[in-house]
């Protein structure tokens, strides 16, 4: 019997490292040649990890939010007989060089964005040996921080029962103005905190003796809440963690927010909908705004870009390549309607919903998750009247659409009549985008989306 060495194999081109996200085996379990053994994650994709080879699993390197380098042995199986040599001969590769070299200033901008985050998965400082000393590392720490964690839940378990009621210092003072003990007084919040709610309850129920009375049976009493659950942030919503973070750090955001009215243009979309073929998409209002983004934009390229500000470099593209901000049971995902510039409405429906399937079942694939060189967000379906969208790094602009409601509004003769409005919000990277430009592109959008013949034309 003979032990092979797994090595985390190149999951990506110009891909240094990735995040653990699910082991599907442990140690002692049989697996076979191309069984699905771990999933790791890399720029917003999810990448399946089959076997090497047959046998049993002696030892597991790593665990679920530890970001490790290509090349780091993470699995060690014994093998009866001795390993075959193609095995040997094709077993990941270490690192290269050139890779580390290509993708330095996106290691570093890694490194910045984590530094917000509590030092529970380090990344690798370095390349090689450095970046496989530190995975080895991390599998004693692991238990390390599982001993913190108890501490730290059974630390606040304690503060939460003893001493004086957890409680804000605005609460405090309404109890001390009514006489009234907090210790009597039902917490709700979390750890048992008491709340304004709490006392609003306590005070209309009659006060201490009434608590005391339901306590004793005599009447209604609310039992606190207690519960603390600790979550580790890992794979997809670690991966928007840091991109949340360093767009923020890094992009001085300008907002914009203008009411456009979207009568005629519901009127034309109700119209559509009702006259489509069969194996036509339902047109939402979503086709309509990119549609004239993609007509707009041609007069302000600042705006359907990527900033490198550590080369200060921008790059401005003709095509318009869209991404849709999608909420998936996984957390947000971008997917990209590229050459928007190029499609129909119709076919941006297609296309939006085709990609919006894929996202939500995490059958997207890693060239259909970027490349957008402007982003579009919807929250308007649940409710908001204005957005502050955060711009999706390295993009200058994201459009925010919002909930759109029927209101008066006076009529060129001077009378009121019912309009359907819609806040239209936006964010600009102030470093190349200036206010008159944001507005202007804005302005230009309102029309489009006014006067709807005006798209086709």
Known sequence: MS????KLPD??????EA???????????????DQHILDVMTDKATVEIPCAVSG??????????????????????????????????????????????AESKDKDETVDARSFETPASPAPQDEGETGKTESAKKAPHAEERATASV??????AAAASGGKPLASPAVRKRALEHDLDLADVPGTGPAGRVTHDDLDDFIAAGGRLVSKAGAAGGGPSRAPRTGVEEIKIIGLRRKIAENMALAKRTIPHIAYVEEIDLTALEDLRAHL????????????????????????LPDFPQANAHFDSDAG?????????????????????????????????????????????AARAGK??????????????SLGAIGGLVTTPVINHPETAIIGVNKMQTLPRYDDAGRVVPRKLMNLSSSFDHRIVDGDVAARLIQSVKALLENPATLFM
Request: glycine fraction near 8%; hydrophobic fraction near 40%; proline fraction near 6%.
């Open 273 to 296: 909908n009702a006259t489509k073929a069969d194996d036509q998409p339902k047109l939402t209002l979503i086709p309509f705004l990119v549609t004239a983004l993609a007509r707009a």
């Open 56 to 101: 049993t699993v002696k030892k597991i390197v790593g665990e679920p939010g530890d970001v490790i380098p290509v090349g780091t042995e993470i699995l060690f199986i014994d093998v009866d007989g001795e390993v075959p040599e193609d095995v040997e001969e094709t077993a990941a590769p270490e690192p290269k060089e050139d890779k580390a070299g």
């Open 11 to 16: 999951v990506g081109e110009g891909v240094v």
């Open 19 to 33: 995040e653990i996200v699910e082991w599907h085996v442990k140690e002692g379990d049989h697996v076979e040649e």
């Open 151 to 156: 501490s730290k839940r059974e630390g606040r």
């Open 313 to 357: 470099v921008l790059t401005q593209y003709e095509g318009v390549h869209c991404g849709i901000a999608t909420a998936t049971p996984n957390g947000l995902m971008v997917p990209v309607i590229r050459h928007a510039e190029a499609l129909d409405v119709w076919q941006i429906a297609d296309e939006l919903k085709r990609l919006a399937d």
């Open 364 to 377: 997207a694939a890693k060239d259909e998750l970027s490349g957008s060189t402007i982003t579009i967000t």
């Open 3 to 6: 032990q092979y060495k797994y």
